[in-house]
């Protein structure tokens, strides 16, 4: 089947999609407390971004590609976190207060780790991100290191960090050695991406199987306490990922929020909080109860969405007129 291979303005209809259901189950899962679907979700949505990461890597020169990925991570990355720290210091702590200092949080934000990153903690992604795609990069351009080789390196890695947890590193070093191999996994799919008439039918028998097995070991292997369980765990988890957007081949809403799933992630953590204790401070429930329900969760879910989608509108807009009239200007 063409389609699933077609690119449209050097985007990949499939991999967006499946950016889309991964930005989507990130959202649910953090805004989500009921045990099973919190459990099962952070099995594996992780993993589908390194993933995808890997299907669309291009091969760069070192220096090329560090500055590449400053400018697309690492900026973005302490923008975002300076506006949503300042939110946290002067607005969200008058309603939810924390005993992390703003200074404490300030170095968080700097070293990117994770533990003081309270005001944002979603934000621990994007310098993981960065460290695991340059050393990626850095591991391609060594002489001889194919792709095969490469991904023979990365599973090494992550089996070595399979034996083993890290402490917890700045920039989440600690992270890097299990996420490195879904970029290489993803770079190798990319090479060998099915195509033909029987790529949906393939791909929905193994939505229905690896998905059925990804609820069940998730709920059956302590992979939280265990690297090599949780290794499993999100390999099969993101195998289902993937084979339902082969399914699904072509959606715009899923494609859409996939194209901007960095926008989203960077902001739903500030909006969904807000939205929860609003919504508790008027109905009068509990945010414990607000966030264990499942029609709640859902509606909380589509709101956080639906506000980081219309910010992103509304700046494109503002952008486009701003353009307009300097080019009027000239």
């Not at 690119?7 to 805004?31: A, E, F, K, P, S």
Request: proline fraction near 5%.
């Amino acid at each position: 089947m063409e389609q699933i291979n077609r690119q449209t303005d050097n985007r990949i209809h499939w991999v967006d999609i499946l950016r889309g259901i991964g930005i989507l189950l990130m959202v649910y899962g953090h805004i989500n407390y009921e045990p099973s679907v919190y459990t099962w979700i952070y099995s594996f949505h992780m993993a589908i971004f390194f993933f995808a990461a890997g299907v669309v890597y291009k091969k760069r020169p070192v220096y090329t590609d560090f500055l590449h990925r400053i400018r697309t991570i690492l900026l973005p990355y302490y923008v975002v976190g300076i506006l949503t720290l300042l939110y946290w210091q002067f607005a969200e702590r008058l309603y939810k207060p924390s005993d992390v200092s703003f200074l404490d949080a300030l170095k968080g934000l700097m070293l990117g780790r994770q533990d003081e990153l309270v005001f944002n903690i979603p934000l621990w992604f994007l310098p993981c991100f960065f460290i695991t795609l340059v050393l990626y990069n850095l591991l391609r351009n060594i002489p001889k290191h194919r792709r095969i080789v490469a991904f023979l390196v990365c599973l090494t890695v992550s089996v070595l960090f399979a034996t083993k947890s890290l402490p917890p590193l700045v920039f989440g070093l600690d992270r890097v050695p299990k996420y490195i191999f879904f970029v290489a996994l993803g770079e190798l799919f990319a090479a060998h991406t099915p195509s033909g008439r029987f790529v949906r039918p393939t791909a929905g028998v193994l939505t229905a199987l690896l998905g059925i097995e990804s609820v069940i070991l998730s709920q059956k292997l302590p992979y939280a306490d265990t690297p090599s369980m949780w290794f499993v765990v999100a390999t099969i988890g993101c195998g289902f990922a993937v084979a339902l957007s082969l399914l699904i081949s072509k959606n715009r809403i899923l494609e859409y929020l996939g194209r901007i799933s960095l926008i989203i992630l960077c902001f739903h953590g500030t909006i969904y909080r807000a939205l929860v204790y609003l919504i508790s401070h008027i109905s009068g429930k509990e945010m414990l109860w607000l966030r264990t329900n499942p029609i709640i969760i859902l509606i909380l879910t589509a709101a956080s969405v639906l506000i980081c989608a219309g910010g992103k509108y509304l700046y494109d807009l503002a952008k486009t007129k701003i353009f307009a009239r300097k080019k009027v200007s000239l």
